[in-house]
C-alpha cells in the first residue's frame, strides 16, 4: 500500500482531498500545523475529520508563523476584511504553503512515502500565489534536489487534485465521496464552536460554491446565517 | 540599509556568514532554529555570536522536526557515528534546510528584505542534498513563485559565501573578519558546556579544517582534546 502525507487544515478543501487520497488507495498520513491561526476551530476539524477517516495517523505541529506575522490571519492587529478588494488580499500568509510543503516533504521522506497532498485550488481562491500550479511544479523540483530519497533517484509528486476545479466541483466532489461538509471550518474568523462569520473571503467562497452546486449549505453560521 | 535574515546555527559556518553579512552592509536578522537537535550548546552559542554580532534581532523558533525523527540528529534511538561512513551519512535531517529557507523566506518577506544569507557548503561538508547549488537555485526560483513579493517582481536571493570554500578558507575568511570560534558549536554531540567530542563527522571536518589554515584550533573538547 502506498502512503501518502495529506495536509489537513480543517477546511472544505483539504477534507476533499483527504477523501480523494484514501479513494486513490493511500495509506493517508494527515499533517495540520497551529501557525499561530487566529482560532482554534480548524483544529477541532482537522481532528474531526482525520478522526472519521480513519487516517493512518494525524500530526498537529506547531509552527510559529505568528513569530513574523504580516498576515491577518496571524498578527490580530491586522483586520481580517470583510469585503473584497483587489490584489493579494491580507489574509495572504508568507511562505506558509511553502513551510508546510517543506515539513510534509520531511514527514513523506522519513515514512518513505513519495506523495503529497495539498488542497490548493486556483480558480475560486483568494489570489494566494502558493495556491498556482507554477508554485508546486517548483516544489516538486526541489523535493528532488533537497531530499536523500530524492537524489537516489526517488520522485516526490506534489498532487493538488482540486487545482483547476471550481468550487462547486470541488463540493460535489466530496459529496460523492461521503465527505460531511458541516464538520469542516473554512471561515478566518470563525468562533470557539466553529460557526462561521459569513463575509469573509474564504466564507464568500464557500457559500457560492454551495449555490452554483445547488446543494443546501451545511455550514454552521453566526447569527443564523443571518449576516 | 539593506535587510538580510540569517540562518545562525552557532556552528563554525554560520557565524562566518554572518560576519560576511555584516561586511556586506545588511542590516542582519539572526534566525535559529530548536529543531530537536541532540544538545542545546549550539542554540547558546548562537545567542553569543548574535549578540556579539549586535544584530538588529535574533529570533529563536522551535519547529518540531523531531516529530518525524529518522536522523541521528532529531532522533535519540540512532546514534551519531564516530567514523565516516559511506554515502550521505545518518545525521541527514530530512528537508532540514528546506524548511529553514521556507521560513526565513516568510521572515525577510515581512521585513522587506530579498537576501537570505545560509551556511552551505558543498566542499568540506556531509554531503548532505540540501547543500548543493543546485538545491539553492531551485530554492531562489520557489521563493519567487511562492511570495507575493516574487509576484510583485521582486527577486529573492540565497546567498551562500561559503558554498564553495574548503573549511581552510572558511576559517581564514571568518578570522580576517574577527570571528572568534571559540564561541562556536559544531559537534553532534556536544556536552552541556559545549564541549566537542571530537571524533564525529562535523568535528573531524572542523578540525581538519584549522589544521590546513595553519591555526591552532580554539575548540574545546571533552578530555582536553585527547580522544
Known sequence: MKK???LLSGGLDSATILAIAKQQ???CHALSFDYGQRHGAELNAAR???EQARVMEHKLVRIELDSYGGSALTDSRIAVPDSPGSGIPVTYVPARNTVFL???LGWAEVLGSFDIFIG???VDYSGYPDCRPEFVQAFEKLAGLATKAGV????FTVHTPLLHLSKAEIILAGRALGVDYAHTVSCYSAD???RACGVCDSCRLRKAGFAAAGLEDPTRYRNGGIV
Open 120 to 122: 490548493v485550488n486556483a
Open 25 to 27: 488507495g493511500y495509506v
Open 4 to 6: 501518502a502525507v495529506v
Open 102 to 104: 517543506a515539513f510534509a
Open 152 to 155: 537516489e533517484g526517488g520522485r
Open 192 to 194: 470557539d464552536h466553529g
Open 48 to 50: 474531526f475529520i482525520a
